[in-house]
Nanobody, 123 residues
C-alpha cells in the first residue's frame, strides 16, 4: 500500500499549486482521506479532509475559501487545489488515508501516509 504525493514547489504569494496524491496497492474508495501539513517547529495539522463519498469535507479555518480538496475514486487519487497562497502556508504537505469513512482531525487515526511534498511560498 502506497500513497505518493506530488505537486509541491516554490510559488510567490498569491499564486496557486495543485497537489495530487495517488494511491496504489488497495482501493481507498471507502476511506476518508486528508491533507496534513507540518511547518518547522510546529505540529502536524489537518488542512483539508474528505469523506469516502466526497459528501463531506473539512477545511482548516485559515485555508477556507482558498483551498479545495477533491477525490477521484476511479483513479484512486485525491487532490488539493491551493489558491491565494500565503507565506504562512509554507510547510511539508502530507496526504493520508484512514481505515474509516469519516474524516478525523487526528493524525494518529490515519493509517497510511504519503512521503510529503514541500510547498514554499515566498513573500
Amino acid at each position: 500500500v502506497q500513497l505518493q504525493a506530488f505537486g509541491g514547489g516554490l510559488v510567490q504569494a498569491g499564486g496557486s499549486l495543485r497537489l495530487s496524491c495517488a494511491a496504489s496497492g488497495r482501493t481507498f474508495s471507502n476511506s476518508a482521506m486528508g491533507w496534513f501539513r507540518q511547518a518547522p517547529g510546529k505540529e502536524r495539522e489537518l488542512v483539508a479532509g474528505i469523506s469516502w463519498s466526497a459528501g463531506g469535507t473539512y477545511y482548516l479555518g485559515s485555508v477556507k475559501g482558498r483551498f479545495t480538496i477533491s477525490r477521484d475514486n476511479v483513479k484512486n487519487t485525491v487532490y488539493l487545489q491551493m489558491n491565494s497562497l500565503k507565506p504562512e502556508d509554507t510547510a511539508v504537505y502530507y496526504c493520508a488515508a484512514r481505515n474509516g469513512i469519516r474524516i478525523s482531525g487526528l493524525a494518529s487515526e490515519y493509517d497510511w501516509w504519503g512521503q510529503g511534498t514541500l510547498v514554499t511560498v515566498s513573500s
